[in-house]
């Protein structure tokens, strides 16, 4: 700490020493507008990689202090992957502030070529200052306007939207064939109906007694899939089953999800009957 101390001390001194007219070689100092790119509610913030055309987003460019010196121009582009060998031009010309710019899913492709699940797109803006000196936003070599200077309360230099596997559950409604069933009430290759509940909501019967659907709630930003505890039927009448009616619960962990691009429901689930717990057993049904 006392190194840092005497080290900060001594930089202070020697900038304070020197001086502009010591030495004319010094270059003049010129104030660089700082960007501010925001995605707008309630237009889309991801791409859905199964209809990434769908796509339709809304963001703002706009600068972090308006009573500095404003830019000659923004030019807003946009990097495929993390890649600025890849950067393509979305809007040029931007000298209103704020201003408000709609990116499709269409505009992309257009620039970009396809998009897959898991690409990333970087949006961002070039600072062209009332000199013409320009600051690339995504330079080939080191970071864009230079380190940290987005951390500003509440600044953002740069937005990124990411083509993702949205839930549809239009798309879950119909024929699914089983991976895997651990419990054995089906066998791989047989085929279950998943009916769709609404947007939500899935979904599906076990073959047994007294049958009753199993309803899979989803959530459709973590694709996360839960079953709150129910019952399901039971598997005969005593003696022959003495347990009387069976439920079913998810357990907590990483195999309650669906998978939209791959069509996949995974659950992993509890069953009870009154006197106690069988355990947990794993379904996979995938979409015919």
């Known amino acids: 700490m006392k190194k840092i101390i005497a080290y900060s001390s001594f930089l202070l001194l020697a900038f304070i020493g020197c001086r502009k007219d010591d030495n004319p070689m010094l270059p003049t100092l010129e104030r660089v ?6 995605k707008v509610a309630g237009t889309d913030q991801v791409i859905s990689a199964t209809d990434p055309t769908s796509f339709n987003a809304k963001f703002t460019v706009d600068v972090y202090f308006h009573e500095d010196a404003p830019p000659q121009k923004f030019d807003v582009v946009a990097i495929k992957n993390g890649d600025p060998g890849t950067v393509k031009v ?15 899913g269409q505009k992309l492709i257009d620039l970009f070529g396809p998009i897959h699940v898991d690409d ?15 600051y690339l936003a995504f330079p080939s070599v080191g970071v864009g306007y230079g380190s940290n200077v987005a951390i500003q309360p509440g600044g953002s230099t740069s937005i990124r939207y990411t083509a993702v596997c949205q839930f549809d559950a239009d798309s879950y409604n119909g024929n699914f064939v089983v991976q895997l069933d651990e419990i ?10 998943i009916t769709k509940v609404d947007e939500t909501h899935l979904s599906f019967e ?34 022959a089953w003495p347990y009387g009616d069976v439920s079913v619960q998810s357990v907590a962990g990483n195999d309650n999800f669906v998978a939209p691009c791959q069509g ?19 379904i996979v049904l995938k979409k015919q």
Do not use: C, R
């Not at 507008?33 to 925001?38: A, F, K, S, Y």
């Not at 010309?93 to 408000?100: H, L």
């Not at 054995?184 to 109906?193: A, H, I, L, R, T």
């Not at 996949?264 to 794993?282: D, M, R």
């Open 264 to 282: 996949v429901l995974s659950l992993n689930l509890e069953h009870t009957v009154s006197a106690g717990s069988f355990g947990a057993f794993k």
């Open 184 to 193: 054995g009430n089906f066998n791989p290759g047989d085929v279950v109906p």
């Open 120 to 134: 990333n797109f970087d949006i961002s803006v070039d600072i062209t200052t009332q000199s013409g000196k320009k």
């Open 90 to 104: 979305v809007q040029d010309n931007v000298t209103t502030f704020p201003t408000t710019i709609t990116l499709t």
């Open 206 to 239: 076990y073959p047994v007694f007294d049958a009753k659907p199993i309803v899979v709630t989803i959530d459709p930003v973590t694709n996360i899939a839960t079953v709150a505890k129910q019952v399901y039927g039971n598997y005969g009448t005593p003696p």
């Open 33 to 38: 507008p700082l960007p501010l790119v925001l």
